[in-house]
Each structure stands twice: as C-alpha cells, then as structure tokens.
C-alpha cells in the first residue's frame, strides 16, 4: 500500500498510475519511495523509474547538454534521456531532475532539455525547482541532517552515501543553513 498525503492507495499496475498523478512534491515522491520499498540511500534510480513507468536510455550527447524529459505523442510513455559522457553522480543528478519536470510540470510540455544545472540567477522557476526537488529526494533531509550532526562529516564521504557530488552536497547543506563540519 502507497500513502500519499492523507490518503492511502493499493498499488496494482493501474492504480499506481493513479498514484504517481498525485505525486507532485519531494516529499510526496519521497512517501512513495518508502511505500514501495525502494532503497532511498542512496537512491534505488532504477528501480524508482520503474515503478513511474519512466524509460531511461543513456545516449552521447553534446557536454553542455545533460539530460532530457521526452514524452512519446503516440504512446503517451515519458523517457529520460542522460548524457552518458557525465560522471554517474552527475547523471543520477539528472535522472531526478528530469523526474522532477515529470512530477511538477509534466501538464505542460511535452519536451523538457537541461543544459546545464546551477545557472544561478538566469535559471528558471521550473529549473530552479527541478534541482530544489532533485537535491530533496536525492539527499532526504532527516538522513542528511543526522549524518552530518552524528556521523559522517566529510563532503567525501557524504557524498558517496547520496552518489551526487561534492558541490551538490554543500549546497544541499547550504539550502539546509547548515554550516560546519567541513560543509
């Protein structure tokens, strides 16, 4: 069974359908994470696109392009594509960004294409609240927050727990007022 806010649904093949039309937070994908047993440090991405019925193809690309959010006009399926020249933290970074525009702004486009993440102030609503959901789902704060006071206090090693990059997680901590402990 799937919580998703207050309410609770099965989650057969048709119903999660349903189900992931509700999803349209961090922390309602985050609920559905755990309501479908999916490894969430680091995150299961295989797995989570699995159960949205996402396609994911990694395919070369130009480097300033780092992934793309593709809906199929006759099937109605969504695919992500990912730059297969970026590091594997980048690319898990982009993975859930692009299911960030699938969550949050699907209703309106067809085609999303990131060039680049962290654009600072040039970037878009959109963008700025794709890499916000991104870093949420990606980093959950509770597991953030008790590695950084309790136990792992290196960038490194953080990290690696999350499988993003060091520059991801010191600004997860940032967003997070965080300071200290080597962030």
């Not at 992931?20 to 479908?36: G, H, T, W």
């Not at 006759?74 to 960004?97: E, G, P």
């Not at 525009?101 to 600072?120: M, N, Q, S, T, V």
């Not at 789902?137 to 927050?145: N, S, T």
Request: with cysteine.
């Amino acid at each position: 069974m799937a919580i998703i806010g207050e309410r609770n649904f099965q989650t057969s093949n048709r119903d999660e359908v349903n189900i992931v039309e509700l999803i349209d937070s961090s922390d309602k994908l985050l609920k559905f994470i755990r309501a479908n047993n999916i490894s969430s440090v680091p995150l299961n991405i295989k797995e989570l696109l699995e159960k949205l019925d996402i396609k994911l193809e990694e395919s070369d690309m130009d480097n300033d392009i780092s992934g793309k959010l593709v809906k199929d006009g006759d099937s109605d399926n969504w695919k992500i594509l990912v730059n297969a020249k970026h590091h594997i933290n980048r690319r898990r970074y982009t993975i859930i960004h692009e299911v960030a525009h699938f969550c949050l702004h699907k209703h309106r486009r067809d085609i999303f294409e990131d060039k680049i993440f962290f654009r600072g102030e040039d970037s878009s609503r959109e963008e700025w609240q794709a890499n916000s959901f991104a870093s949420e789902v990606l980093m959950p704060e509770d597991d953030f927050r008790n590695q950084v006071t309790f136990g792992t206090t290196s960038v490194g090693e953080l990290a690696k727990r999350y499988g993003v990059s060091t520059l991801a997680i010191r600004i997860r901590a940032k967003n997070l007022h965080m300071a200290g402990h080597g962030l």
